[in-house]
């Protein structure tokens, strides 16, 4: 096979693992840091109410719909016995609870869980939906000083934007004049004075309509919706303050509903009021990300790795590492030059080091090591057959392994019973392996390549310990497609090895 299929393929897998990484970054927002939080709120609304006895109970409740600047995470509708619909006509989203029959104080709950998201825009309405406006007039008295008002300010605007802006400061000016005084008669509080002003704007033809605001302010409790109101500027509706006229939602601000409709509508009940609280807390981005890619319909996310069970998550969270550490293998010893006892020895070695820490886990080797070549030495002037052979340091091993485990533990150092964690088959045949190349090559060589051997199992424990790593290999397990690129690429290489570079240095120079 040329090196040209071999550097396509490895092209081929690079883009791929790449092009899905960014998709997961870009579209679905997964985090390249682990340690990554997101700020999460929680809006709570408390419906109570007192119930008929003896008749049907039918709720009707604004709850929001989809708002702008944040990705809805997840929403709950507690009530005991009742039965639950949704309705969304476009503009508004009602939640709708009944049931047949029930009686005295009752409490309903709806919760809804936000995440800031810059990119998240409010839904449009379906195709074919109307956005209406409802028809809203003033009383007699009213519409005379609203018209003699709206005369004065039609002159200093260009558009329905500026003229409604140019109302609201006449409407809230501190030197009122009589028309502005008749219309502020009667108005209780934020609500009605702002259903007044979308009455007085469509006394001049201007398409407007109350919003209510559900402020995301920590902590929040027994709290209220906060009118506002929006103005039709030909192409979209502009948010505008009714207290002084500016543009825009405040600063962590959702809308909850719009229109005139009431946000509580009770039949076979009476003395409705609802109560909102609010919750601020953090949690990781990759939670959010992944509700988030759900709420897309991702099929991504559908066969994630996310989708295992806990326990199985926490195995592919190891796993994923090892090619990491094999890839790391075949670096050192085809680039760098290093000599080892085989490939998966010191991965699995590496894998150990993760559970005995890196100190004990290098004392422990080396000290098992040891005890095992004296033991082999010994094995061979028996003159045993090789699979007898290989069988005895099999059982020499797992005793010593016992052996140290006991000692440690009588001794108070409990780190030391993990000795049990190191691959019992690996150990008896990397003594095998040493004894023979002792035999063979001598005891530099063997010494050699065993101090290689843990030298890369100890490099393999720090590149399979970090964290960052780990998260991304669980979290974009297409990345492990780069690093199968790159193995495929060393795989061709035939240069000279850094360390012959060192060797040969005299020869190179002359």
């Not at 071999?6 to 679905?28: F, H, N, Q």
């Not at 009530?79 to 619909?85: H, K, R």
């Not at 400061?169 to 209780?188: E, G, K, P, Y």
């Amino acid at each position: 096979m040329s090196k040209l299929h071999v550097r396509l393929l490895a092209a081929v897998l690079t883009a791929v693992g790449l092009a899905l990484c960014y998709y997961k970054v870009e579209i679905l927002g997964l985090p390249l840091l682990p340690t990554e939080q997101a700020e999460v709120w929680t809006v709570e609304a408390r419906i109570e109410f007192k119930a008929r006895r003896d008749t049907a109970v039918k709720v009707q409740f604004a709850i929001p719909r989809a708002p702008r600047g944040y990705t809805v995470l997840d929403e709950n509708f507690v009530a005991s016995d009742y039965g639950l619909t949704t309705d969304d006509n476009g503009l508004r989203r009602q939640a709708r609870w009944a049931i047949r029959e029930t009686h005295g104080w009752q409490v309903l709950y709806y919760r809804i869980h936000l995440a800031k998201d810059p990119a998240a825009e409010a839904s449009p309405p379906p195709t074919g939906v109307v956005m209406p406006v409802e028809p809203q007039s003033l009383p007699e008295p009213l519409q005379a000083a609203a018209r003699g008002l709206l005369n004065e300010v039609r002159s200093k605007s260009a558009d329905n934007v500026t003229f409604a802006q140019a109302l609201l400061q006449r409407l809230n000016a501190a030197d009122a004049d009589s028309n502005v005084s008749l219309l502020r008669q009667d108005i209780t509080g934020p609500d009605d004075w702002a259903r007044r002003i979308v009455a007085i704007l469509r006394e001049a033809d201007v398409s407007a309509r109350p919003v209510y605001l559900a402020i995301l302010k920590d902590n929040a409790s027994r709290g209220s919706l906060t009118p506002w109101v929006e103005v039709f500027d030909g192409d979209s509706w502009v948010d505008l303050n009714p207290s002084s006229g500016e543009t825009g939602l405040p600063g962590d601000a959702i809308v909850w509903t719009v229109g005139s409709e009431p946000l509580l509508e009770i039949t076979g009940g009476k003395n409705g009021r609802v109560e909102y609280s609010v919750r601020r807390h953090s949690q990781e981005m990759t939670q959010i990300a992944e509700q988030r890619a759900r709420k897309m319909g991702s099929r991504i996310m559908e066969f994630s790795l996310f989708s295992l069970p806990v326990k199985t998550q926490n195995v592919y969270r190891v796993l994923l590492l090892v090619p990491i550490g094999a890839f790391l293998i075949v670096f050192l010893r085809n680039v760098v030059g290093l000599q080892t006892f085989g490939t998966f020895m010191p991965i699995l070695i590496a894998a150990a080091f993760r559970e005995t820490q890196l100190l004990w886990g290098v004392a422990m080797f080396c000290l098992l090591v040891a005890l095992g070549l004296l033991l082999r030495f010994y094995l061979e002037s028996l003159k045993l057959l090789l699979v007898p052979r290989l069988a005895a340091v099999l059982i020499i091993v797992i005793l010593l392994m016992a052996m140290v485990s006991v000692m440690t533990y009588k001794l108070g150092l409990d780190r030391g019973v993990s000795v049990a964690l190191f691959p019992m088959v690996i150990m008896a045949m990397t003594i095998e392996r040493m004894s023979m190349v002792w035999e063979e090559f001598g005891p530099v060589e063997a010494l050699k390549q065993g101090f290689g051997s843990l030298a890369v199992a100890v490099l393999g424990y720090l590149s399979m310990s970090s964290d960052y790593l780990g998260h991304l290999v669980f979290v974009f397990p297409e990345l492990l497609l780069v690093v199968l690129a790159l193995t495929l690429l060393l795989g061709r290489y035939t240069g000279y090895r850094l360390l012959e570079l060192w060797r040969f240095r005299g020869a190179l120079k002359g």
